[in-house]
């Protein structure tokens, strides 16, 4: 049992370069999410889904695109990277939204 | 505007010593409150929560207090030690909407 885990674990990105992140867990878990951490920021949601081929928007979604296309996977993509999008990703699962309790070992991206 | 609020960015505790970190929280429809602790360079780890239907919840040396007349809680560490020295997050949930986070606090446990 895995847990969350996420891909890459580090990753530099030149201005205007797109990327995909990718999370998987094998928990059987409904409801996914993307978060990302910046300093003195706590954790911001950009994305979510509550179940297989659905979407949400969340807190700071502007610059990324995200896929649920399996249950497992949740995919985070950035079209166009900006140094904005500095940051730590943090992706997430649950059971319930109510009550996250697994979270991805984050995703450190530079763009310069 | 945030609805969930630690207003203490970083704490400093003796080894041995009572850790008390402080969350307050702006709408008083949110049903359960958890908290999380966050190592650097890991994911946050989920750590004790409670239902607002209670005003206790104690987990070994994790003790979670929840006063909903002046919306708020806190999370005590006894006795404090130096592994539990690392960022806390407080976070609020309300029905099938995602957790809303707090900013975080820093707790350094000196020894």
């Known amino acids: 049992n895995a847990g969350v885990t996420q891909t890459p674990k580090f990753r530099v990105l030149k201005t205007g370069q797109s990327m995909t992140l990718l999370c998987a867990q094998d928990?059987?878990?409904?409801?996914m999410y993307w978060y990302r951490q910046d300093p003195g920021m706590g954790l911001r949601l950009i994305h979510y889904?509550?179940?297989?081929?659905?979407?949400a928007k969340g807190e700071v979604p502007d610059g990324y695109n995200v896929s649920r296309l399996k249950k497992q996977n949740f995919l985070l993509g950035l079209e166009s990277a900006a140094p904005s999008q500095t940051s730590v990703y943090f992706c997430?699962?649950?059971?319930?939204?109510?009550?996250?309790?697994?979270f991805g070992p984050g995703t450190r991206l530079t763009v310069t | 505007d945030q609805q969930v609020k630690q207003n203490s960015p970083s704490l400093s505790v003796q080894e041995g010593r009572i850790s008390i970190l402080n969350c307050d929280y702006t709408?008083?429809?949110?049903?359960?409150f958890l908290w999380y602790k966050k190592y650097p360079a890991e994911g946050p780890t989920f750590l004790i929560s409670?239902?607002?239907?209670?005003d206790k919840n104690e987990d070994g040396r994790f003790t979670v207090f929840l006063n909903k007349s002046a919306k708020h809680l806190s999370l005590h560490i006894v006795p404090s030690q130096p592994g539990d020295s690392a960022v806390y997050f407080c976070?609020?949930?309300?029905?099938?909407?995602?957790?809303?986070f707090g900013k975080g606090t820093r707790l350094s446990v000196i020894a």
């Open positions: 997430a699962s649950s059971y319930s939204p109510s009550e996250i309790r697994y």
């Open positions: 409670i239902s607002s239907i209670k």
């Open positions: 976070a609020a949930s309300l029905g099938n909407t995602p957790l809303v």
């Open positions: 709408n008083s429809m949110f049903d359960y």
């Open positions: 928990m059987n878990h409904e409801y």
């Open positions: 889904s509550v179940g297989e081929g659905t979407t």
